[in-house]
């Protein structure tokens, strides 16, 4: 915490500012003084309200959290701490163990249980959740509970974790939510207010620690903003004209192909540099913009790279480099850091993991930190860094959604980053989360964050970024198998469905609708409007506008219907083609002749290979047959057909032209029905026949009826927008009822009342993404008959994603896996249909790609033969996604432990949790 001279004075005046005695105790407590909006918070926390504090990163937001701890104690009550991370609950524990002894404090992570009954529990929120619907013994007393990093519940995978809880707590319970800044956090608040009661809503833009921006630009470090235009301070909006101005200067020269550095300096800047004569695009290399950094004393610094591999080879390229940023006495204590946390790992497999690299990177202060870094490795390097002993990381964007590691500097090489779909630029809130990083409170006077500069990069994007502080919070809960059961069991149908329709995502769906309401009551004002100058209701314009409205959209059916007609008979035709067909591309690039070269046989996309006269070969489809293709001819071709070499499609050109035929002219194009449509041509003579058809304003009328048309539309559109929004969830929570209803889970009991039946309390105690695939599994005993290993092996494929498309094995390793594997897909098969006839979200598709792994580590085969095993294209798996996934697959294992029918199932997977359990696994859950 900061602690510069005076403001020890300012402390004193705010404690003796704040009301009530808790407070006032707590407060004098601490080595530090309160701030305004910690004493905000608390103080509405010690009146009885609920809190939600919304800060940035580091400003002190734990605080409130931890004065909620004391509030339970000195009453005599219990508090909850959940976070949403195990490597945040590990953090907190060990926080106020140090602060009021083991005896007080518990710690409940799912492969953890320490101290249960403790006053203080710390838990993944998880834990919690699956606490409340099991109504467990341990909320008795339970007067707190701390939601940290609330802001999780915007987690397209977790977050309806988030929001069960705020849903299911008693309203006796004080809820602390803690929040990164979010723009939205009076509308959050707002509800939370009507879910929860009285909850006072916090909200604190200002960082402990001033952060400057700059943008690094070859060897030249300049400011961001213009600093005498913002008065001397950080931020602003006016970009430094110096950095405009040699950036453009930069941009120019590489234009010309050459590049001599100006003279001069810019504010803060480094050696100037560049090599005389050559345009430099790129950034410096990253062991150079390390030591600039170093020479500027903006050590220690977080360099954010958006690729794991990349983040392994910035610390290799330091190492080749040669660079140091440690003494011969930090080098021993790094050592003996790291010594500790290895000691419990093998040998054999430090080697595997690239041990010594690690630890002769992390003595000279340099480090990587992502997830596929084996787990007491990443720890290792937060410890270090925390210390200040590790000076440079290069880290993932992970890191700042999770562990406390602030740097001095935060260093951004890219602002493009993979999205898992594909390359997007960086919304402002993701910047400002990176850079929330830069600056520790109590350490540095100011923070920093560097934008290495390339072509491209504009200093007033970088600008925008920096400047803007939206990061709206959007729910992302939506009810599951689980959830339902789990409800209906707890407080039936109706009650559930009236919960659902409380959450925050209604909430926002629900918010959405007043503005379309707002939209549709404006339109009925201004169709009144239109309507009174086409005379009214009853006037005979109106029925005429009826008409045409009719005869147009009748004109628009027939010719969608002319278009499908047209595009089938292409189809048929493609499909009817043979090898060695000449036919007429009628139109676009590669119109003229063409040979097929092979067939497709698809009835609704055919793409045959072609090869033109001029030479192209490549795939055709209905889209270039305006109408359906002949063949006109036909040519002897070659058995095999290479039409990728230049030589054959030189050959075959050749030998089409010579073959005599010509293209065709462009062909009429099949006519629609319209000329023959009945109903048509009613409405054509009606609309003739019409009196109004003959009025002398007829046209200045048609103009205001198509507006009035064109407003009902729209008013009907938002109409049926509302009435998808309203109760959207209640409605797929009834679909997913129907569906556990099919399948036996539910049951109508005697008093009419839907009712969970046995197999129903299985799948309640099942919080798998899969949780309906698995307990379908374990009902039909799918997985009967396995081995401890080959339980772990299938069970891994409801777990497992891999990273990229196509990564799946086909095959298990043993007969009874691939024959379970096969009825364990065929049972998603059967329940993917179901879930498409009722408009559910989609389970997610079985996948192999870690079943070998699994396999052969819990068979006792050696680290190395298993990474390579589950690795890909001739890479091994990493070992930290080898523990993260042996990790998720215990997780499953215990839970079909107590949710299994079968006793040989569960006493298998009791065994293979045990198999997997052991060496780097291990270590991790220790």
């Known amino acids: 915490m900061a602690n510069h001279s005076g403001q ?18 707590f407060a004098a407590s601490l080595p530090f003084p309160l701030d305004p909006f910690q004493i905000r918070a608390c103080s509405a926390l010690e009146d009885g309200h609920g809190v939600l504090v919304c800060a940035p990163t580091g400003a002190g937001k734990t605080v409130v959290g931890e004065f909620a701890v004391h ?55 998880e834990v919690l959740r699956n606490m409340l619907y099991a109504e467990s013994p341990a909320l008795r007393g339970l007067s707190h509970v701390v939601m940290d990093e609330v802001h999780y519940l915007a987690d397209r995978f977790r977050g309806a974790v988030w929001e069960e809880v705020i849903l299911h707590l008693s309203e006796d319970v004080r809820l602390v939510s803690l929040s990164a800044t979010v723009s939205n956090a009076e509308e959050f608040g707002a509800w939370m207010e009507t879910v929860r009661g009285n909850t006072t ?111 392994d080879g910035a610390v290799d390229q330091c190492l080749r480099s040669g660079l140091r940023l440690t003494s011969e006495e930090q080098a021993r204590e790094i050592t003996e850091v790291v010594e500790r946390h290895t000691a419990e790992i093998p040998r054999s497999d430090l080697e595997v993991l690239g041990y010594w690299e690690w630890r002769d990177a992390l003595e000279r202060g340099i480090a990587a930190h992502h997830a596929g870094m084996l787990p ?32 001095r500097t935060v260093v951004l090489e890219r602002l493009v980053k993979f999205n898992g779909e594909a390359h997007a630029n960086l919304s402002a809130g993701e910047y400002t989360q990176l850079t929330g990083r830069a600056g520790r409170r109590g350490i540095d006077v100011e923070g920093h964050a560097v934008v290495l500069w390339q072509s491209g990069v504009e200093p007033t994007e970088v600008a925008g970024l920096a400047s803007t502080r939206t990061f709206p919070l959007r729910s992302s809960f939506r009810p599951s198998y689980n959830m339902a059961v789990n409800l209906v069991d707890r407080m039936g149908v ?35 409007e239109l309507l009174g100058k086409l005379g009214g209701e009853d006037s005979p314009y109106v029925e005429y506008t009826a008409l045409r409205a009719r005869l147009k959209e009748r004109e628009r059916e027939l ?42 046989a698809n009835s609704v996309d055919p793409r045959p290979l072609v090869l033109t006269e001029d030479k192209w070969a490549g795939r055709v489809s209905s889209a270039d047959f305006p109408t359906p293709v002949s063949a006109l001819g036909h040519m002897r071709l070659p058995r095999h057909v290479d039409h990728r070499t230049a030589q054959t499609r030189r050959d ?52 205001l009826a198509e507006k009035y048309s064109r407003l009902e539309r729209d008013t009907e559109a938002m109409k049926q927008k509302v009435a998808a929004t309203t109760n959207s969830l209640a409605r797929t929570f009834d679909r997913i009822l129907a569906l556990l209803t099919e399948r036996g889970y539910l049951a109508a009991g005697a008093d009419g009342e839907v009712a969970v039946t046995e197999r129903g309390a299985k799948l309640g105690r099942l919080y798998s993404e899969s949780d309906l695939l698995v307990a379908e599994c374990l009902a039909e005993g799918i997985w009967r008959g396995l081995g401890p290993a080959e339980l772990a092996a299938v069970v891994s494929t409801v777990v497992y994603e891999s990273r990229q498309e196509g990564e799946s094995a086909e095959q298990g390793p043993t007969g009874n896996i691939r024959h379970a594997l096969t009825r364990t897909v065929a049972a998603w098969h059967e329940l993917r249909a179901d879930e498409i006839r009722l408009k559910l979200p989609p389970t997610r598709e079985p996948d192999t ?19 390579f095993a589950a690795g890909q294209h001739g890479r091994a798996l990493s070992g930290g996604d080898f523990v993260r996934w042996c990790r998720q697959v215990i997780d499953l294992l215990d839970q079909i432990r107590s949710a299994s029918p079968d006793d040989e199932v569960t006493a298998t997977a009791t065994k293979a949790i045990s198999a997997i359990r052991r060496g780097v696994v291990a270590v991790d859950a220790a």
């Open 71 to 125: 509030l339970a104690l000195t009453s005599g009550a219990k508090c909850f701490y959940t976070t949403p991370i195990k490597a945040l609950s590990n953090q907190k524990y060990a926080e106020l163990v140090a602060r009021y002894g083991k005896g007080y404090v518990g710690l409940l992570t799912g492969d953890q249980s320490i101290n249960s009954d403790a006053p203080i529990v710390i838990m993944t929120t």
């Open 494 to 528: 109706d009650a559930s469905r009236m919960l659902l329709e409380r959450s925050f995502a209604q909430y926002q769906a629900d918010a959405s609708v007043v503005g379309l309401v707002r939209g549709i009551e404006k339109n009925a004002v201004a169709r009144r």
């Open 559 to 600: 010719e969608r219907q002319g278009r499908t007609d047209r595009r089938n008979d292409a189809v048929t035709s493609l499909v009817s083609l043979r090898r060695g067909d000449v036919i007429s591309i009628p139109s676009g690039r590669r119109s003229g002749l063409a040979v097929v070269l092979e067939t497709d």
């Open 376 to 407: 007491v490795f990443r720890h290792t390097v937060e410890e270090l860094f925390v210390r200040g002993l590790v000076r440079a990381v290069f880290a993932t964007e992970t890191l700042a959604l999770g562990i406390n590691m602030p740097a």
């Open 849 to 867: 790609g870690f079943a070998v792994a699994v396999y052969k580590w819990a068979r006792k085969e050696s680290l190395e033969d298993v990474l």
């Open 201 to 311: 809503v916090v909200v604190d833009e200002t960082r402990p620690v001033p952060l400057w921006q700059h943008i690094l630009v070859g060897r030249r470090l300049f400011d961001l903003f213009d600093v005498e235009a913002n008065n001397g301070a950080p931020g602003g909006v006016v970009v430094d004209k110096n950095l405009v101005r040699y950036v453009k200067e930069r941009v120019q020269a590489e234009r010309m192909g050459a590049w001599e550095a100006p003279r001069g300096r810019g504010p803060r800047s480094g050696r100037s540099g560049g090599r005389p004569g050559r345009p430099e695009s790129r950034p410096i290399p990253r062991p150079d913009v390390i030591k600039l950094l170093d020479e500027e004393g903006l050590l220690p610094a977080i360099t954010f790279i958006f690729s794991r591999a990349g983040c």
């Open 8 to 25: 020890q004075n300012i402390g004193d005046i705010r404690t003796r500012l704040v009301d009530g005695p808790k407070l006032t105790e």
């Open 652 to 703: 075959l050109a050749s030998a089409l032209r010579g073959t005599g035929i010509s293209a065709p002219g462009r062909g009429r194009r099949r006519q629609s029905s319209a000329g023959d449509d009945r109903e048509l041509g009613v409405l054509r003579r009606a609309v003739r026949s019409h009196p109004c058809h003959t009025w002398p304003d007829r046209e200045h009328l048609a103009r």
